[in-house]
């Protein structure tokens, strides 16, 4: 993709500060981590100043930059101790253009002891505020489960990207993660919007899998101009073909693009980042006054 024309994007109508997002499915195993990792990195790729944060007690993210987590480093968990850990001290460096927060076992106290702590389901947001002008895009990586990590993760972020498989059932959860995101929108965030599906794991070739994207697509559609934070959601393109690579490049410690930047995945992955984009800039152009008009 050529840089200059990203430059000349404008990333968002809001006056300033990153777009935040989160990965949500409440399902584990739908791709949520690796499209963390690699559109962010595709992201990243393109100019644009990335922070991933790690917001699941496993830490997959971490082990994806090759951080073992527990030794004491300051981390997602730690911005939720008392006192917490400054979200400048928790930022660690991936690559050029492309940060990340890493997680511990700490943070799965979030969700035990500290989920009826006054304030709790705000300490993301109050953190990544402090930090906002540094980046143009921040990716949360939300756990499986629809808790107070994944409500701290949709009060912080403007939207929600859900990266899930075409099969049977798939619908009910998308149906049930909506009404999580519609509950945050109305109360904690009600400028929240659910903007894309992302389809992982996909199988191209599969009948049922075709069956069920369309199924998925029907279901987006019939919310158009209707009063709900998915009315403008769409499934974005390409689906990410099921590569091998993929699910490889971790163990490595790498990124798909460090890992093997030929490869299928990598050219999904690069794609999704363009078709993000260009959607960005979509709305971006929607949301600006129209121009006056002549005398
Ligand atoms: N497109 C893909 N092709 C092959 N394996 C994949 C693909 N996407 C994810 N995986 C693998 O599937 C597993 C679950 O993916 P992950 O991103 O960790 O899901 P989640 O974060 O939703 O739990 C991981 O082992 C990952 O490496
Ligand atoms: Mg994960």
Redesign the pocket.
């Given at each position: 993709m050529p840089r200059a024309l990203l430059y000349s994007v404008p990333m968002s109508s809001r006056p300033s500060g990153p777009r935040i997002v989160a990965l949500l499915?409440q399902k584990?195993?739908?791709?949520?981590?690796?499209?963390t990792v690699n559109l962010g990195a595709a992201l990243a790729v393109s100019g644009l100043r990335t922070l991933l944060v790690d917001m699941d007690p496993q830490s997959?993210l971490s082990l994806h930059f090759g951080v073992e987590t527990d030794e004491g480093r300051p981390s997602t968990g730690s911005l939720f101790s008392q006192p917490p850990s400054k979200v400048e001290d928790c930022i660690v460096k991936g690559r050029d253009n492309l940060s990340f927060i890493p997680a511990d076992t700490e943070l799965a106290l979030v969700e035990g002891e500290l989920a009826g702590r006054d304030g709790v389901q705000t300490v993301l947001r109050d953190a990544l505020t402090k930090v906002a002008k540094k980046f143009d895009v921040i990716l949360l990586d939300c756990p499986?489960g629809l808790g107070v990590l994944s409500v701290n993760a949709l009060t912080a972020a403007h939207e929600v990207f859900v990266?899930m498989q075409a099969q049977y059932l798939a619908l009910r959860g998308l149906e049930k993660l909506l009404g999580t995101v519609q509950l945050v929108a109305a109360g904690l965030n009600p400028n929240l919007v659910a903007s894309g599906v992302i389809l992982?794991?996909h199988e191209t070739l599969s009948s049922h899998g075709k069956a069920v994207v369309d199924e998925i697509r029907g279901h987006l559609e019939q919310f158009r101009g209707a009063d709900v934070p998915w009315r403008d959601c769409r499934l974005l393109a390409p689906p990410?073909?099921?590569?091998?690579k993929?699910?490889e490049a971790?163990s490595f410690g790498k990124t798909i693009f460090d890992y093997d930047s030929k490869c299928p995945?990598a050219e999904d992955y690069r794609r999704l980042a363009e078709s993000v984009l260009s959607m960005w800039r979509e709305r971006a152009d929607a949301d600006a006054p129209a121009p006056a008009a002549k005398a």
């Open positions: 499915n584990g195993g739908v791709g949520k981590t690796t499209t997959n499986p990266p992982c794991m990410i073909r099921r590569n091998i993929l699910a971790p995945g």
